[in-house]
C-alpha cells in the first residue's frame, strides 16, 4: 500500500522576539503569571508588511531543503491557517508562487488550532489515493494581527511564525511498522462557536476582527478531547500509549501539554516542547515543534510520533505517524 512518509522540514519564525516583560510594561499582568499560568516566556512577532505568505514561504524553502528536493519535485501545496494575508485568493497560492511552481494544486485549510492535523491527515488522503507523490503541507500564521492588545487573556498567548512539511508516497507493508502516516482522528463541533472566535469576518463585519476566548472552557475541552482522540488514533493504527516515542502537540499552555502527557502515561522526555519560546503559533505550533526537533536530531527513523491539536470550532484531532 501507499504511505505519507515526511522526508524533510523546515520553520521559519520572525526576527522581533518579544518577552513576557513588554506586556508587563502595557499591560496589568506580569511575566510570573505568564510564565506560570501558560509556559510562555517569548514570541516571534511578524514586522510590519510581512504577511502570513511570507512565513509560509521560508518554512517551505526550508523544508525542501532539508528533504533534498526543489520547488519542481511537489505537486501540491495545503497551508494550515486562520490569518491569510487577503480574504483571496489562498496562501496556499501564494506560497506556490513564491516557490516559482506552476502546476499542481495550492490551497488552505481553516480548522484554526487544529488545521495543520486537519491539513496533514487530508494531504495524506490524496496521497494514499494517488492524486500526488509529494505535498507540502504548512501550517502559517500571524496572530499578532488579530489580537486585542487591551485584553491581557488573550495576548499574552500568540505568537506568529510557520511550519513545513513535505509529504511524500512511499510503498510500505501495511503494517504498523511502515514509516509514515498510519491513521489520523478529526473532530469538530460547532456548537462551542463562542468559546473561541475571531468577532469580525467578510459576510458579517466586513472587518477582520479580533480574537475573543473564554480561555478556561477551552483548557477543560483540550485536557478531556486530546487524550481521547490521540488513544483513538492509536486504536485505528494498533497501537497504544506504550508504543508511542515522541508526542509533538499544539503549543498552547504548557499545563494542557503536561495534563495530556499524564493521561497517556509519558514522561515529560517524550514530549517535544516549544511554548516556552513560540508562544501559540495556532496551525503553525506543530510543524514548528516537528521542525525544531528534527533540526536538533532527536527523533531516529522509525520512532513513533503522536500530533495533537484542538482550537477554535471548537475543532481537535491526531496524527499518528512513523518517523
Ligand atoms: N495576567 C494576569 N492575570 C490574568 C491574565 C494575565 N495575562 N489573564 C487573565 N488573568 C486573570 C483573569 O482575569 C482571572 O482573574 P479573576 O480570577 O480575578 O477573574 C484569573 O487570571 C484567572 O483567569 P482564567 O482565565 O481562569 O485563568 P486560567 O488559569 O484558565 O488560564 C489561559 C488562562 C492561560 C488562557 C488558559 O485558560 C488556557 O490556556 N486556555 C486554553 C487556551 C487554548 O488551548 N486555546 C486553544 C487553542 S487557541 C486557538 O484555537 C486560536
Known amino acids: 500500500m501507499r504511505r505519507s512518509v515526511i522526508r524533510g522540514s523546515g520553520h521559519y519564525l520572525p526576527e522581533r522576539i518579544v518577552e513576557n516583560s513588554w506586556f508587563e ?3 496589568d499582568t506580569s511575566d510570573e503569571w505568564i510564565r506560570s499560568r501558560t509556559g510562555i516566556e517569548r514570541r516571534h512577532f511578524a514586522a510590519e508588511g510581512q504577511t502570513t505568505s511570507d512565513l509560509g ?4 524553502r526550508a523544508a525542501l531543503d532539508d528533504a533534498g528536493l526543489v520547488a519542481d519535485d511537489i505537486d501540491g501545496i495545503v497551508v494550515a491557517t486562520s490569518t491569510p494575508d487577503l480574504t483571496f485568493p489562498s496562501v496556499g497560492t501564494m506560497v506556490q508562487a513564491g516557490l516559482g511552481i506552476k502546476r499542481g494544486f495550492a490551497y488552505d485549510v481553516q480548522a484554526v488550532c487544529a488545521g495543520f492535523v486537519f491539513a496533514l491527515a487530508n494531504a495524506d488522503a490524496m496521497i494514499r489515493a494517488g492524486m500526488a507523490e509529494r505535498i507540502l503541507v504548512i501550517g502559517a500564521e500571524t496572530f499578532s494581527r488579530i489580537m486585542d492588545w487591551t485584553d491581557r487573556s488573550t495576548c499574552v498567548l500568540f505568537g506568529d511564525g510557520a511550519g513545513a512539511v513535505v509529504l511524500e508516497a512511499q510503498d510500505a507493508a501495511g503494517t504498523s511498522n511502515d514509516r509514515g502516516i498510519l491513521a489520523a482522528d478529526l473532530n469538530s463541533d460547532g456548537t462551542h462557536r463562542d ?12 472587518t477582520a476582527g479580533q480574537l475573543r476566548m473564554q480561555g478556561n472552557l477551552v483548557f ?3 485536557v478531556e478531547k486530546l487524550s481521547k482522540t490521540a488513544a483513538t488514533s492509536l486504536g485505528k493504527a494498533g497501537l497504544t500509549d506504550k508504543d508511542v516515542d515522541w508526542l509533538v502537540p499544539h503549543q498552547a499552555n504548557l499545563r494542557i501539554i503536561t495534563s495530556t502527557a499524564q493521561k497517556m502515561g509519558l514522561p515529560m522526555e517524550k514530549v ?3 511554548v516556552a519560546d513560540h508562544g501559540n503559533t495556532s496551525a503553525a505550533s506543530i510543524p514548528l515543534a516537528l521542525s525544531v526537533a528534527n533540526q536538533q536530531g532527536r527523533f531516529k527513523q522509525g520512532d513513533l510520533l503522536v500530533t495533537e491539536a484542538i482550537g477554535g470550532g471548537l475543532s481537535w484531532g491526531s496524527v499518528i505517524l512513523r518517523w
Open 195 to 206: 468559546l473561541l472566535y475571531v468577532d469580525g469576518g467578510v459576510s458579517s463585519t466586513g
Open 57 to 60: 514561504i521560508r518554512a517551505a
Open 25 to 27: 510594561e502595557r499591560l
Open 272 to 274: 517535544v516542547l516549544t
Open 220 to 222: 477543560r475541552h483540550a
